[in-house]
């Protein structure tokens, strides 16, 4: 009795093992990183350290600036056309990277008009 008690323990611990027990759960978090962004700055906030940048979709995204936060270009100012890569973390946008496009080139685009509105 004693063998066939131990040969159906090692049965089942082989099966759990195996993944024959409960199937894995799939992760129900957001995405957390990888999210880019275009468009223009239409608002800085220095001791917040957050900045808006208006889609060319006309949509208004707020985004909080780091340390690790690299910015490519001049300093963030309102008007600024730029191009952002952020990740959300506890209910937040992070911008990891911010390139802002030179005056010149600004010009150039439609939407450089988008933050005087």
Same mark, same amino acid.
């Given at each position: 009795?004693?063998?066939?008690?131990?040969?159906?323990?090692?049965?089942?611990?082989? &099966? @759990?093992?195996?993944?024959?027990?409960?199937?894995?759960?799939?992760? *129900? #978090?957001?995405?957390? #990183? /990888?999210?880019?962004?275009?468009?223009?700055? @239409?608002?800085?906030? @220095?001791?917040?350290?957050?900045?808006?940048?208006?889609?060319?979709? /006309? *949509?208004?995204?707020?985004? @909080?600036?780091?340390?690790? *936060?690299?910015?490519?270009?001049? #300093?963030?100012?309102? /008007?600024?056309?730029? &191009?952002?890569?952020?990740?959300?973390?506890?209910?937040?946008?992070?911008?990891?990277?911010?390139?802002?496009?030179?005056?010149?080139?600004?010009?150039? *685009?439609?939407?450089?008009?988008? /933050?005087?509105?």
């Amino acid at each position: 009795m004693r063998n066939v008690l131990a040969a159906l323990a090692l049965v089942a611990a082989a &099966a @759990v093992s195996s993944g024959f027990a409960a199937p894995a759960k799939t992760p *129900t #978090h957001p995405k957390s #990183h /990888g999210y880019s962004l275009a468009g223009v700055v @239409v608002r800085v906030d @220095v001791v917040a350290k957050t900045f808006a940048v208006r889609s060319n979709a /006309g *949509t208004e995204t707020t985004l @909080v600036r780091t340390t690790a *936060t690299r910015v490519q270009g001049e #300093h963030l100012k309102p /008007g600024d056309r730029v &191009a952002v890569r952020f990740l959300e973390k506890d209910g937040k946008k992070i911008a990891t990277s911010v390139r802002v496009e030179s005056t010149a080139v600004a010009a150039m *685009t439609p939407t450089a008009s988008a /933050g005087t509105r």
